[in-house]
């Protein structure tokens, strides 16, 4: 039965938090069916995610060490942090299947998808000498996630397929 502006700007903020929450939950559930169209099998749709999910955790982690929570201004982020973190792992399995040799990462691909990474981070990074604290934040945790999210897939996801490689290997070979 309380009401006034200061009811009405929770109340507001509230709703916006939720629809950014689900527009998050909706550009996950787009980005997988895009994934399993061009792949065409479950394993790499997890894979190409592995990256996302290690890095949103590592940044999550980070925000919390940091004192950094999200708000209004940055929880918007979400979908573009998985967006840009998954289209690591695409790149990196489209080369390795290409090539079945997780070391020709550190030769172009790895490099290109450093270099990538490396001018998100420093585009979205200027946002965090802004005056204004929310702009600063949303330029803390884009840059923030998609360094998480890169170096998870510069580093984990080729580890999973050089591990998963030799355990193919080591199959046909007992055969």
């Known amino acids: 039965k309380v009401t006034g502006t200061p009811v009405q700007l929770y109340e507001y903020e509230t709703l916006l938090k939720d629809s950014y929450v689900e527009a998050t939950w909706y550009a996950l559930g787009a980005i997988i069916i895009l994934v399993f169209l061009h792949f065409r099998a479950v394993l790499p749709v997890v894979l190409s995610l592995f990256p996302v999910a290690v890095g949103t955790l590592w940044m999550v982690g980070s925000m919390g060490w940091s004192g950094v929570s999200f708000n209004l201004a940055n929880i918007?982020?979400?979908?573009?942090?998985?967006?840009?973190?998954?289209?690591?792992?695409?790149?990196?399995?489209?080369?390795?299947?290409?090539?079945r040799n997780p070391s020709i990462l550190a030769k172009s691909t790895g490099k290109a998808v450093f270099v990538s990474g490396l001018t998100t981070i420093v585009g979205f990074g200027c946002l965090v000498i802004a005056d204004h604290r929310g702009i600063r934040s949303l330029g803390w945790v884009m840059a923030t996630g998609t360094a998480t999210c890169m170096v998870a897939g510069l580093t984990a996801l080729p580890a999973i397929l050089t591990l998963m490689d030799r355990w193919r290997t080591r199959g046909a070979s007992t055969r």
């Open 76 to 99: 918007m982020t979400l979908p573009l942090v998985i967006g840009i973190g998954v289209t690591n792992g695409i790149h990196i399995l489209n080369r390795f299947a290409e090539e």
